[in-house]
């Protein structure tokens, strides 16, 4: 009876330290995660407010109606690589969890690709600000969840312990019983 009791708690051991590698890799690869997609929304960022500020300062005092295919051609560059960023920002993100911020991502885009809102003032500022919002947001969730682990993890932690604690109650209960 002992040695199965021995070997169960070894096994246990065994599948605890599994969990607890398992669990520190995936910790590892979101924080990783969570670098990657701040790096690229701080570059947002900072290009989609420069992209903004280029654009005024080469309207300022032209009158032309196609001012944003003249600044488009001369300004490409910036604007496929606010845009890649997006998508790469988007492809990183999960659907159903940070539906708002890929929104707000969708907002980004359009409005780089459409004269009328570009030409709206301070629209990507506006934006900006609600993109860094969401991604405070976005980040801060996901270092709860780096934190805390996964919600499997968690039970399964409390189950062992539990289950430690039952084993410890009945090694008690048999050696009072000895006596």
Not at 39 to 60: H, T, V
Not at 125 to 136: P, T
Request: net charge negative.
């Amino acid at each position: 009876m002992t040695e199965i009791v021995v070997a169960f708690i070894a096994a246990i051991l065994a599948y605890l330290g599994l969990v607890l590698t398992k669990e520190q890799k995936v910790s590892e690869f979101r924080q990783k995660w969570i670098d990657e997609v701040r790096n690229d929304l701080a570059d947002l960022l900072s290009r989609g407010i420069a992209f903004q500020l280029n654009f005024a300062s080469f309207c300022r005092g032209k009158l032309q109606a196609d001012l944003y295919a003249e600044f488009i051609t001369t300004h490409s560059e910036d604007a496929h690589t606010l845009l890649m960023l997006a998508e790469r920002i988007k492809f990183r993100l999960n659907p159903n969890d940070d539906e708002g911020l890929i929104e707000l991502l969708d907002e980004l885009t359009a409005t780089i690709t459409s004269p009328s809102k570009l030409k709206s003032g301070d629209q990507l500022e506006d934006i900006a600000s609600n993109l860094s919002d969401a991604g405070h947001r976005v980040f801060k969730t996901e270092w709860e969840r780096v934190k805390n682990g996964e919600p499997w993890f968690y039970w399964s932690k409390w189950a062992v312990i539990g289950f430690f604690g039952l084993v410890l109650v009945f090694a008690v209960f048999r050696l009072v019983s000895t006596f």
